[in-house]
C-alpha cells in the first residue's frame, strides 16, 4: 500500500477542525493510569476535542512520541503517536490520532529502552513486537482503519496501547534490573 492509499498516513489533526489545546500530564501513582478505559464513540465532539488536545500536548512536548488519553487525565481509549522526528525511526505514518485501536498480530519481539512522560524520572528496557498490526478509529470521521507498523513505531503503538489499559512501561520491565534514572542531556 502506498501513503497515499493509506488514510492513516494521509491523516493531520486539521481533518478534527477544531484547535487542541494544551493539557497537563498526569503522573504516576495517579489512579486515571493505572485504570483500563472503555471505547468510545470515535465521532463524539468530545473524542474530536481529546484528539486535537493530545496532538496540541504532544507537540509542545520535547521528546514526545505518543501520547495516550490517561496521560492527561481521561480514562478513554484515545491516543496520538508520531515518531517522524525521532533518531531510531524507520518506517512511519506521521501523525495520527488512534480511537478504541487494538493489536491484530504481533511478531519479532526485541528489547529497547523507553521513557513515559507519566513516570518523567525512569526508563526501562522493555520487549515488545517490532512488527505489528493494530486496528482503531480515526477521530471525527469514525473510519475503520488498519495501521501495519515496525520497529520504533511499533513499540511507540504498544506503549499507548497499553496505557489505554490502565499499564505503565514498568509493568513490563523484566524486573528492577531493568529500570533506569533518566538521562538528563543539556
Known amino acids: 500500500m502506498s501513503l497515499l492509499d493509506d488514510p492513516v498516513a494521509r491523516w493531520t489533526e486539521l481533518d478534527l477542525g477544531v484547535a487542541g489545546r494544551v493539557l497537563d500530564v498526569v503522573r504516576a501513582p495517579d489512579p486515571v493510569l493505572s485504570t483500563p478505559t472503555s471505547?468510545?464513540?470515535?465521532?463524539?465532539?468530545?473524542?474530536?476535542?481529546?484528539?486535537?488536545?493530545?496532538?496540541?500536548?504532544?507537540?509542545?512536548?520535547?521528546?514526545?512520541?505518543?501520547l495516550a488519553a490517561p496521560q492527561v487525565g481521561v480514562s478513554s481509549m484515545v491516543f496520538c503517536v508520531d515518531v517522524s522526528q525521532h533518531p531510531k525511526v524507520r518506517d512511519h505514518h506521521g501523525t495520527f490520532v488512534l480511537v478504541n485501536a487494538e493489536v491484530v498480530s504481533s511478531s519479532r519481539n526485541e528489547k529497547g529502552r523507553e521513557g513515559c512522560m507519566s513516570v518523567p524520572d525512569?526508563?526501562?528496557?522493555?520487549?515488545?513486537?517490532?512488527?505489528l498490526v493494530v486496528t482503531g478509529h480515526l477521530p471525527g470521521t469514525g473510519e475503520r482503519v488498519e495501521v501495519e507498523a515496525n520497529a520504533f513505531e511499533a513499540r511507540a503503538l504498544q506503549h499507548e496501547i497499553d496505557h489505554c489499559a490502565g499499564l505503565l512501561f514498568l509493568d513490563r520491565v523484566a524486573g528492577a534490573h531493568a529500570v533506569y534514572a533518566r538521562q538528563t542531556y543539556l
Open 122 to 131: 525512569l526508563t526501562g528496557d522493555v520487549k515488545r513486537a517490532s512488527r
Open 39 to 66: 471505547a468510545v464513540d470515535p465521532t463524539s465532539p468530545e473524542v474530536v476535542q481529546l484528539a486535537a488536545d493530545l496532538v496540541a500536548t504532544m507537540r509542545v512536548s520535547p521528546g514526545c512520541v505518543g
